[in-house]
């Protein structure tokens, strides 16, 4: 079992950044493949990064512009946000799951944070 907390959302103009945080608690944090999933009102979740030791996987629609990343001295896995868009606005979400791979498909993680609002306005 892990708890995920998110931090760091907010409201921003586009061509900002913003950095989100995702802290865990419980079991060892090595042993997790983490991802960000991102929901806006109407939409389905989708897909955005994810991290399993030193691998990484994008979604194309934010390839260039975010950059996942993991700190397991804090066991905190994070998400640089830059050149936001209007079309990034989201509740973005933090999820793991206990597998060795890359995992891209929200049903395919075990657990989940409360989420965290972005906002980006035009």
């Known amino acids: 079992q892990v708890q995920l907390a998110e931090s760091g959302g907010g409201l921003v103009q586009a061509g900002d950044s913003l950095r989100l945080s995702c802290v865990a608690s419980g079991r060892s944090f090595s042993d997790y493949a983490m991802g960000w999933f991102r929901q806006a009102p109407g939409k389905e979740r989708e897909f955005v990064a994810t991290?399993?030791?030193?691998?990484?996987a994008y979604a194309d629609s934010v390839k260039g512009r975010f950059t996942i990343s993991r700190d397991s001295v804090k066991n905190a896995v994070y998400l640089q946000m830059n050149s936001l868009k209007p079309e990034d606005t989201a509740v973005y979400y933090c999820?793991?799951?206990?597998?060795?791979?890359?995992?891209?498909?929200?049903?395919?993680?075990?657990?989940w944070g409360q989420g965290t609002q972005v906002t980006v306005s035009s």
């Open positions: 999820a793991a799951v206990i597998s060795a791979r890359l995992f891209t498909m929200a049903g395919e993680y075990d657990f």
């Open positions: 991290s399993r030791t030193w691998r990484r």
